[in-house]
Structures are given as structure tokens and as C-alpha cells.
């Protein structure tokens, strides 16, 4: 029998990644990968060793959400030459769970505490 994930009981969080373009989500999707500017690294990769890190994604202006996946490494210093130069930093594995276009709307219900309980978006 296979022994229980060591992160399996740890507590979990997660992020709303805007992204500029659908062309970094459908990149994502196909290999697994995604890249941050380097002032979220720090924040994700803390996030990442204490706790399972979902990440719920959404291009900028689009209304909708497109998905979500589980963060699945720490974020590198090796960078992506698929985003180009956009000012990304490293690049870190991520397990999609469900790629779909979610309608903002669907989400009302959401507030967020730490953002004065606006609608999560």
C-alpha cells in the first residue's frame, strides 16, 4: 500500500493568477508550467512550503475564470523562454485540475477578507 502524502494534512491556500493573455493559460495548460513576476515569488514559494497551493486562474478583462491547478514545485531560477521577456520570474511546475472558462458571476457569492470583502475576481 502507498504510504499517505506528506502534504496531504497540511492546510491550504490559494491564489487568483491574472494572467495578460489566454496565450500564457493555454501554454500552462499544455506543458504544465507557469511563470509569476518576481514579486510573487516569494509569497507562492512560502505558500507552497507550508501549505497545498491552488491556483485559480483568470486573463485580465475577460469576465471569467479559466481554471484552476495545484501549484506542484517550488518556483526556480530558471526561466521560460515561453513567456519572452514580459519581466516573469522563475518558472514552477503546475498539475492543472480543471480547465474551463467560469463565468465571474458564479463567484459572487466569494468575498475576499483580506481585500476589504470585495467579490473574488
Known amino acids: 500500500s502507498k504510504s499517505p502524502s506528506p502534504r496531504r494534512y ?9 494572467s495578460s493573455n489566454f496565450q500564457n493559460i493555454d501554454i500552462s495548460q499544455q506543458k504544465g508550467i507557469w511563470s509569476t513576476t518576481p ?3 516569494r509569497k507562492l514559494n512560502g505558500a507552497f512550503w507550508e501549505s497545498v497551493v491552488y491556483l485559480i486562474f483568470s486573463v485580465q478583462g475577460s469576465g471569467h475564470f479559466q481554471g484552476f ?13 515561453d513567456w519572452g521577456s514580459a519581466g516573469f520570474g522563475g518558472v514552477f511546475k503546475v498539475e492543472w485540475i480543471r480547465k474551463e472558462s467560469i463565468p465571474f458571476q458564479f463567484a459572487h457569492h466569494l468575498l475576499n477578507p483580506w481585500n476589504d470583502n470585495k467579490k473574488v475576481q
Open 10 to 18: 497540511m492546510p491550504v491556500r490559494y491564489f487568483i493568477m491574472k
Open 39 to 41: 514579486s510573487n515569488e
Open 69 to 81: 491547478a495545484r501549484m506542484g514545485s517550488p518556483i526556480g531560477c530558471e526561466k521560460s523562454q
